[in-house]
């Protein structure tokens, strides 16, 4: 069975910085890519940013690039999203997802493309 748990969500100020992890179970790092997504109120899902942990190769949405970093620990079968720097509009609930896919560009963040995924944990930036 294959699972996928989010945890590290929580409220911040701008500026601020947050953790999320996405342990996952029955997942093939060797096949599958991971991939953050998130959802903002009144808005639909948005990748932005995933990992392929066989090949340590990862992309990210323009929005995200100089202020999260993606990794992930092979052995703990975990992938995390480092947020730094982190913005009013950056408020929305996160998820990540695995896919039997390569990351390797903008295509990638696809959420069609990705079969499982994690319930979410909620990101909140307001002062």
């Known amino acids: 069975e294959v699972q996928l748990v989010e945890s590290g969500g929580g409220s911040v100020q701008p500026g601020g910085s947050l953790r999320l992890s996405c342990k996952t179970s029955?997942?093939?790092?060797?096949?599958?890519?991971i991939g953050w997504f998130r959802q903002a109120p009144g808005k639909g899902n948005r990748g932005i940013s995933c990992?392929?942990?066989?090949?340590?190769?990862?992309f990210y949405r323009n929005s995200v690039k100089d202020r999260f970093a993606i990794s992930s620990d092979n052995a703990k079968k975990t992938v995390y999203l480092q947020m730094n720097r982190l913005k009013p509009e950056d408020t929305a609930v996160y998820y990540c997802?695995?896919?039997?896919?390569?990351?390797?560009?903008?295509?990638?963040?696809?959420?069609?493309?990705?079969?499982?995924r994690g319930q979410g944990t909620q990101v909140t930036v307001s002062s």
């Open positions: 997802a695995a896919g039997y896919l390569y990351c390797d560009g903008d295509g990638s963040l696809a959420l069609t493309l990705y079969k499982y």
């Open positions: 990992i392929s942990p066989a090949e340590n190769t990862t």
């Open positions: 029955g997942v093939s790092f060797d096949d599958y890519a």
